[in-house]
């Protein structure tokens, strides 16, 4: 007779989406493993959470600690499978696994079935007819990661797989040749289910992308993704027809994260896009490396249309954005990762730009703003609800004026900071910062013995104190 503990555990392998079989597993590790209560309970929360929400950093300090403490130990009650790497912790069990063939999938497709939690399998798009119809539906394919292969299978032979039924989420990511056209199988119907699709421009030939955006077609799909179209390995471009085809469909209004590879788009594109009717649900954008040359036409976006998370990632603004624009006015995150400022003045136009008054989270990584005094400008900046900012490795920034800033007002409220490969300077601050009493989580490169003394020296600081 299967014990309680075992029967919570199927349970989760039967509900694999239903957080409330975690949780009541989670009672009963209260009395057996509290630590491991501890996670699922944590990480249950941060999943339901959006990322800006304010308690997502004290959520991560407490994931952090309790994943330093016991994630060795957990791991090692996890089956050794040959051609299997399992991936990290995520809604408090493993949740993906890599696995080095489609062969290695169908030879261990029966242990993985009854792996609680796990919900991704990473493994090379497939080479072997008979492998692609051995293998069943799993809980585990839930998320699919089809990597680069050699002679992969054409996508067309694909189309009657049993397992497809299972896949609610798609990535296809890596570098094929030739790539893969995938318009047969996107335009087949058996990807109705999906509810996120991931496309690599080095795996996959954007020619046919637009096949799949036609009416009647992944009326589901909440978020897509066509990032590297326009990457290092080959000359490839999202295409006009592409961008246009994309904005007069029907499923975009379901979709509410979209990312672009901004590379090969031209302005009358993207104002295209954002001009549609069909983007009333989109809530997160991510835009990579736009031209300098382009001005996002924030402006003329439809009525309909407002962004809560924003990443324009590596970019250089050589013009001035209009950052007053109506959707961006409730923004609650932006990303501006290796973004060049040529003119100082553009930065101090977006951090006196309204939207700073509900912005919850910024990240300046490896940015740069010529010659100005980046950190100067940030701090003249009134961001009321900023809880969280990362300006790791921030470019002609040294340790001293980061520290400086993080002694600031302009730092209270932050209740995470990543500042990677922080010098002594700066970890001193943020140990010591009477601004920074609220701090709940860093990360700043420090090892797990440093990290420790860290916390001993902030409570040494702010709680004795």
């Known amino acids: ?65 309790l994943l330093r403490a016991g994630d060795s130990a957990w791991r090692a009650q996890l089956p050794d499978l040959p051609g299997c790497e399992w991936g990290p912790m995520s809604r408090g069990f493993v949740a993906s696994v890599r696995v080095r063939s489609f062969t290695d999938l169908v030879a261990q497709q029966h242990i993985l079935a009854h792996m609680p939690g796990l919900q991704c399998v990473l493994v090379p798009w497939p080479s072997d007819p008979t492998a692609v119809n051995a293998l069943a539906p799993l809980a585990a394919l839930d998320r699919l990661v089809l990597l680069n292969a050699t002679r992969p299978l054409d996508p067309a032979a694909l189309v009657d797989a049993p397992w497809w039924s299972g896949v609610r989420h798609l990535a296809v990511m890596g570098l094929h040749e ?17 509810r996120s699709l991931h496309l690599d421009g080095d795996a996959v030939d954007p020619a046919h992308v637009h096949q799949g955006f036609a009416p009647g077609l992944l009326e589901h799909l909440g978020e897509l993704r066509l990032t590297d179209f326009g990457g290092l390995h080959r000359t490839r471009e999202l295409s006009r027809d592409t961008v246009q085809v994309l904005s007069s469909w029907p499923g975009l209004a379901q979709v509410h994260t979209l990312s672009l590879d901004g590379s090969q788009l031209a302005e009358v594109s993207l104002e295209r896009l954002l001009v549609s009717p069909h983007v009333c649900g989109l809530r997160r954008l991510h835009l990579a490396e736009l031209p300098s040359s382009i001005t996002v036409p924030w402006r003329r976006a439809h009525s309909s249309l407002t962004l809560h998370a924003l990443d324009l990632g590596n970019r250089e603004f050589q013009r001035g954005e209009d950052w007053h624009a109506p959707c961006l006015t409730q923004l609650k995150e932006l990303a501006l990762s290796v973004c060049d400022w040529p003119d100082p003045e553009h930065l101090r136009a977006l951090l006196d730009a309204p939207l700073l008054e509900t912005l919850q989270v910024l990240q300046l990584p490896h940015a740069h703003a010529g010659e100005a005094e980046q950190l100067d400008v940030l701090g003249e900046a009134d961001l009321p609800a900023l809880h969280t900012l990362d300006i790791s490795e921030t470019l002609g920034v040294s340790d001293d004026e980061v520290a400086g800033y993080l002694r600031s007002p302009a730092v209270a ?40 003394a860290f916390w001993a020296r902030r409570r040494s600081e702010f709680v004795e104190g």
């Open 1 to 65: 007779m299967p014990s309680a503990d075992q029967l919570l555990l199927e349970a989760i392998c039967t509900h694999p989406h239903d957080d409330d079989a975690r949780l009541v597993y989670a009672d009963w590790c209260t009395a057996h493993d509290p630590a491991r209560s501890d996670l699922i309970r944590v990480q249950v929360e941060r999943a339901r959470l959006p990322s800006w929400d304010l308690r997502q950093p004290r959520l991560k300090h407490l994931e952090d600690r």
């Open 178 to 194: 030739p790539p893969l056209a995938l318009g047969p199988l996107l335009a087949s119907g058996r990807l109705q289910q999906l």
């Open 413 to 452: 409220g932050l209740q995470s900071v990543v500042v990677q490969n922080a010098g002594e300077a700066t970890i001193e601050a943020l140990a010591t910062s009477p601004y920074l009493a609220q701090l709940e989580h860093i990360d700043v490169g420090l090892d797990r013995a440093a990290l420790k």
